[in-house]
Every structure is written in structure tokens, then in C-alpha cells.
Antibody, heavy 122, light 108 residues
Framework: QVQLVQSGAEVKKPGASMKVSCKAS????????VHWVRQAPGQGLHWMAW????????RENQKFQGRVTVTRDTSLSTAYMELSRLESDDTAMYYC???????????????WGQGTMVTVSS | EIVLTQSPGTLSLSPGERATLSCRAS???????LAWYQQKPGQAPRLLIY???SRATGIPDRFSGSGSGTDFTLTISRLEPEDFAVYYC?????????FGQGTKLEIK
């Protein structure tokens, strides 16, 4: 079945970087956008970025001030999200989600990963 | 960016009752690119409604969405015990994609 499986929980120190992976299966990885969304404890959802796995094009939310980098490895059907210069406010659950088909109309997030909890603490 | 404001913040109802959740956008959401998600504690969000009114795969028909432009509504016709959760609206018309702050649907 179609699914996204994310890497495990991480603990990071302030100032460090984190990198979360999202492995796709059950569909053509290069055929759909992959988005990243985060959720701080007890808070709402915030969109971070998307990547076109087919050609590597990306778009990031400017609210993250250039700290977000999204990449992919098509041979592994895996997308990655790296967040640099971590602060305590970056403590959150990070989700990947499948967007719509490439080069078609915008679409909602029909499939979500299970989430990766990242804790930033000294 | 499009700001989405959901109301009420918390809705207290009993099983069997009808729930009406609202999502208002700060500017028009083109082509009704508006989605609704349900999130239960410890789980990832689940897509309920996309395109303002289309039910996602496997979603029961007690869930319905309506609206256009700046005003959208999620209706749950007859609440089941498993429907008590947090609900988010999201616009995917423009970047950055944005979510509402959520409505918590709790058992009265």
C-alpha cells in the first residue's frame, strides 16, 4: 500500500542541525510532490517546504529564514528535510506528506508519514 | 500569505449530535483549494475533505464540506465516539500553504 515511513526520534543540541528522512513506497516516488509539516507540542500545523522528487525543485517557507533544506535520493525513494541552527523552539514533531501529482493542479496531503519527534535541548 | 481562522476554538457536543466547524480565510481561496484534516492524540493528521467538498478515500459520508471564496464549513452530521478529535483546515491555493489553528471537538 502507499505509505511514507520516517526516520526515528532525535535529540539535538542548540545550534546543531537535524536531518529527517521519509521513505516512500507503493507508488512512483518521482511522480508526486513531498511536503514537510511541523507541529510543536500542543500546537498547530505549520508547512515548511516541498520538493519535486522528479527534478529536485524545492520551495521553502520563508518563515524558517533559510534554515530549511529539502533533498531527495530517487534511488532510495527517499526525501530528506534538514533544519540548521536549531533552537529550543524547533522542538516538534516533523511530518512528511505526499502532495499532488507533478505538473498537475494543486492537491491536498492525502498520505502522511508517522512523524519524527525532534527534541532540541542542551 | 493567506491566514485561516477557525471557529470555535473548542466545540463540546454529545455523540449523535451535529457538528459545524468554520474556517474563514483572509483572502479568497482560488478554485476551492481548501482541505480539512482530523488529528487524534499521538497520530498524524488524516485528510477528510479536499477541494472544499470532496471526501477523501475511506471517509464516511457523515463528513461533508462546503463553502467557497473565504468561508468554508465542515459538517459532521451525526457524531460517533471516534470523531472527537482536533480538526484543521488548510489552503493549498498559494504558497506558503497555511493551516488554521484548529478546532477541538470534545465530548460534552
Amino acid at each position: 500500500q502507499v505509505q511514507l515511513v520516517q526516520s526515528g526520534a532525535e535529540v539535538k543540541k542548540p545550534g546543531a542541525s537535524m536531518k529527517v528522512s521519509c521513505k516512500a513506497s507503493g507508488y512512483t516516488f518521482t511522480g508526486y510532490y513531498v511536503h514537510w509539516v511541523r507541529q510543536a507540542p500542543g500546537q498547530g500545523l505549520h508547512w515548511m517546504a516541498w520538493i519535486n522528487p522528479g527534478n529536485g525543485d524545492t520551495r521553502e517557507n520563508q518563515k524558517f529564514q533559510g534554515r530549511v533544506t529539502v533533498t531527495r535520493d530517487t534511488s532510495l525513494s527517499t526525501a530528506y528535510m534538514e533544519l540548521s541552527r536549531l533552537e529550543s523552539d524547533d522542538t516538534a514533531m516533523y511530518y512528511c506528506a505526499r502532495g499532488g501529482p507533478i505538473a498537475t493542479l494543486p492537491d491536498a496531503f492525502h498520505i502522511w508519514g508517522q512523524g519524527t519527534m525532534v527534541t532540541v535541548s542542551s | 500569505e493567506i491566514v485561516l481562522t477557525q471557529s470555535p476554538g473548542t466545540l463540546s457536543l454529545s455523540p449523535g449530535e451535529r457538528a459545524t466547524l468554520s474556517c474563514r480565510a483572509s483572502q479568497s481561496v482560488g478554485s476551492s483549494y481548501l482541505a480539512w484534516y482530523q488529528q487524534k492524540p499521538g497520530q498524524a493528521p488524516r485528510l477528510l475533505i479536499y477541494g472544499a467538498s470532496s471526501r477523501a478515500t475511506g471517509i464516511p459520508d457523515r463528513f461533508s464540506g462546503s463553502g467557497s471564496g473565504t468561508d468554508f464549513t465542515l459538517t459532521i452530521s451525526r457524531l460517533e465516539p471516534e470523531d472527537f478529535a482536533v480538526y484543521y483546515c488548510q489552503q493549498y491555493d498559494s504558497s506558503p500553504r497555511t493551516f488554521g489553528q484548529g478546532t477541538k471537538l470534545e465530548i460534552k
